[in-house]
């Protein structure tokens, strides 16, 4: 070839084979076979999901009844397609004599009759769309996140203000836990837990109606004045 100075090209080998009687041809009988021959070839990975080919899920009869999805997990294997269609995909077997197709699976039928480039151009706008999705509920979050600053810097410039600026640090701490130790007895009562099943069952004693009358107003007037102390102290009308 190089002495009959002939340039490498599909037609010009061809020719060259021809003349020279190099090689034997073959004939081929099944329409199918020759096509398949014709197409381009990738490879594709074999997942739970199905044989994965281009961002699609694929499977055939074989593959289902050899359970490759569990004993070929993650392998990958040679395919053959047709990028004007990829309805289905085919692996070949003996060298290209015979094939298998697979077929596409359901959760992948949205791309039913679609070209090779019309799945890139889908799959590449989901993308766009899952990545404006995300920025602008980052934005949201900022301008969440700025709206609560506001709201606590206004409290806290708020609470400044009415502070009393003559009050000495000993009176407000003392001011603190006065208060604290006047919710705690208002609020014992009414949050203890009392975890007794079978105090129900027990004999009610017997109580005057006037010891009981007495209790009930003790009781009350040591509120009231805890509320009374408390509300001085945090400078509220009576």
Known sequence: MIVDQITATPINLWNWGIANKKGRL????NR??????????????ITRAGIK???????????????WYLKMK???IEVVYDPRSMNQIYIPHNGGESFEICYLLDTSVQYKDNTLDEVEFYK???????????????????????????????????????????????????????????????????EKFDLDVGKKSRKAEVVSFIKKETNQHSSSR?????????????????
């Open 74 to 76: 993650n392998q990958s």
């Open 124 to 190: 590449q706008l989901l993308q766009e769309v899952k990545s404006n999705e995300k920025n602008q509920q980052l934005e949201n979050t900022v301008n969440t996140d700025s709206a609560i600053e506001l709201i606590i810097k206004e409290a806290t410039n708020q609470k400044k203000n009415t502070l009393n600026i003559n009050q000495t640090k000993a009176e407000k701490l003392k001011n603190i836990k006065v208060n604290q130790r006047a919710e705690k007895l208002m609020n014992r009562q009414d």
């Open 32 to 45: 199918n076979q020759f096509r398949m021959n014709l197409l381009p070839k990738a490879n594709a990975r």
């Open 26 to 29: 073959q004939s081929v009988t």
């Open 222 to 238: 040591l509120m009231t004045k805890l509320r009374k102390k408390r509300d001085e102290q945090l400078g509220k009308d009576d």
């Open 53 to 67: 080919f281009k961002g699609l899920a694929y499977g055939s009869e074989k593959s289902l009844n050899e359970q």
